[in-house]
């Protein structure tokens, strides 16, 4: 095991951090995690050696702020399990399928998930509380309505942009599904978890609510009835369900 002092910078509700907080538990690397609130964690992603979006991981050589840069990162550092194979085409099969989730599926998941949430202030301070320091909590709650334009112009959240989202989801939800038959194995590529699967099931973690989660999740209960129809259709889809399965059977939540 290593004994490299990490530090992680991250949104305890991001998908993209719970990609590089699986990895790091999955492969047993200690490491402390400084939790922040949306837009907050611009200041300290930068301050850290980032670009002002999160995860950064910060080592003492150098800091990482792309979650696939960190995850090439921890293979380097510590070998097994391995997130990439080392069979060359195996290896790029993973990468493409783990870019194809990042780029294509967890900014439509986010979308979806921060449109609801912004139009419910308890339901969103509910999740964002969890972990977070009280001052930008606190802040986050006396400001909200600036800080939900700001999200809102950020991630170009509109009624048409979530329809688009909705439909990208379930694009690549049929791509993920074409990839379990053809693999015939228990993950998507080889015989053992990989950056594809973690990447996968954590980018579609806003769409299915996992439980267990790093953090309490909205119950059911507690959405509208459009976003609790959405999140039963995508769990009911055989990628959904290989999502839930994998934070069901693969997770540990060491870190939390």
């Known amino acids: 095991m290593t004994q490299v002092p990490i530090r992680l910078i991250s949104i305890p509700m991001s998908h993209y951090c719970d990609k590089v907080r699986w990895a790091l538990e999955l492969k047993k690397i200690p490491f402390t ?7 907050f964690q611009i200041r300290a992603a930068k301050k850290a050696g980032g670009r002002g979006t999160v995860p950064v991981l910060v080592t003492p050589e150098k800091s990482y702020g792309d979650s696939t840069d960190i995850l090439k990162f921890l293979d ?12 060359m085409a195996l290896r790029k099969e993973v990468e493409d ?8 599926l967890g900014p439509h998941t986010r979308r979806i998930a921060f449109s609801l ?10 999740v964002l509380q969890h972990k977070t320091p009280p001052g930008q909590f606190r802040a986050f709650n006396w400001g909200f309505f600036f800080f939900r334009f700001l999200i ?15 439909k990208k989801v379930d694009e690549i939800f049929t791509v993920v599904e074409a990839q379990l038959e053809k693999s015939g194995g228990p993950y998507l590529f080889g015989d053992s978890i990989s950056a594809a699967d973690i990447t996968f099931a954590t980018m579609a973690m806003p ?39 994998l934070y069901k059977e693969e997770r540990s939540f060491s870190g939390s």
């Not at 995690?33 to 837009?39: D, I, L, R, T």
């Not at 380097?76 to 069979?87: A, F, G, N, T």
């Open 152 to 166: 809102r112009k950020g991630m170009n959240i509109t009624p048409a942009s979530v329809e688009r989202s909705v």
């Open 76 to 87: 380097q550092i510590q070998s097994e399990p391995r997130l990439y194979p080392e069979e």
């Open 207 to 245: 769409a299915i609510l996992p439980r267990p989660f790093f953090i309490p999740l909205p119950d059911m209960s507690a959405l509208d009835p459009a976003r609790r129809q959405l999140v039963e259709d995508c769990r009911s889809r055989p990628a959904g369900a290989y999502a839930l399965k």
């Open 33 to 39: 995690e400084e939790f922040h609130m949306p837009v």
């Open 117 to 126: 949430m912004l139009g419910n202030k308890a339901l969103m301070l509910s």
């Open 97 to 104: 399928f783990e870019e194809l989730c990042d780029e294509k």
